[in-house]
């Protein structure tokens, strides 16, 4: 069986470098979107020089 939705956008995750496709969630903000998710986004912070 085909995916269903194989027109979505993809980016690729800053942290873990995985591909990851558009989200209804993240319609408005899309364009802002770093990290295919909240895990990955944390670590980013953690992970980040102090300034």
């Known amino acids: 069986?085909?995916?269903k939705?194989?027109?979505l956008p993809q980016k690729i995750c800053t942290?873990?470098?995985r591909p990851f496709s558009?989200?209804?969630k993240w319609e408005a903000c899309w364009d802002e979107v770093k990290y295919c998710s909240e895990r990955?986004?944390?670590t980013?912070?953690?992970q980040a020089p102090n300034a």
Do not use: D, E, I, L
């Open 1 to 3: 069986m085909a995916h």
């Open 5 to 7: 939705k194989p027109y």
């Open 15 to 17: 942290t873990c470098q």
């Open 22 to 24: 558009w989200r209804k």
């Open 40 to 42: 990955c986004r944390r």
């Open 44 to 46: 980013s912070v953690k």
